[in-house]
């Protein structure tokens, strides 16, 4: 642990409680700032037929528990090509109001148990709680329905997901406005 001197002027439990107090207020981003583990099921399916190069659009539709954060469902649209086992796109996890989006880039993958993908998220935006939101996010896809029958198939998703939002204007005035007033009172006791 590093120790700073001690100013007479400044003292070091005012700068203490208000990195405590900004901390609480969430300055430092909302959402999840930190990885949280991600699960979800759903069903995916071709929207157009296969070209002859070996692409199709794919949509995705799923519900996905964050851990503490709640459930979401998922929405995504991407083109797979069969024949290089890659596909891109993108997608957006909603719940209510709030909901962060961006785009996904998937691989063909060796999953136990059956066929599946590596997914990569990468979070360009947001609504509500996850306006300005950025981040990402790694998962692994199986498909757990017969994939030579009929479509939509099914599948299950795990992984790790890191996104931060940035407060909106007004959100983020109210709180460093909370932080001045907790200051001035503090100022006020000393004084």
Do not use: C, W
Not at 49 to 60: C, R
Not at 151 to 157: A, D, H
Not at 160 to 174: G, K
Request: glycine share 18%; aromatic share 8%; charged share 5%.
């Amino acid at each position: 642990m590093t120790v700073f001197p001690v100013s007479a002027h400044r003292p070091v439990g005012l700068t203490l409680r208000t990195l405590a107090v900004a901390a609480a207020l969430g300055l430092g981003g909302t959402a999840f700032a930190d990885p949280v583990a991600y699960t979800g099921a759903g069903s995916v399916g071709p929207v157009t037929p296969v070209s002859p190069s070996g692409s199709a659009v794919f949509a995705a539709t799923g519900s996905y528990s964050f851990g503490v954060l709640g459930s979401f469902d998922l929405l995504s649209s991407f083109v797979f090509n069969a024949v290089s086992g890659t596909g891109t796109g993108g997608f957006e996890f909603a719940q209510g109001g709030n909901s962060f989006s961006g785009t996904i880039a998937t691989a063909a993958a060796p999953v136990a148990l059956g066929p599946g993908f590596e997914i990569t998220y990468t979070v360009t935006g947001g609504t509500g709680s996850f306006a300005g939101a950025t981040g990402g996010g790694n998962g692994l896809i199986r498909i757990v329905s017969d994939i030579t029958g009929a479509p939509p198939y099914s599948y299950i998703e795990a992984g790790i997901m890191n996104v931060t939002a940035i407060p909106e204007p007004a959100t983020a005035l109210l709180m460093l406005g909370g932080v001045a007033a907790l200051l001035g009172r503090r100022l006020h006791k000393r004084g």
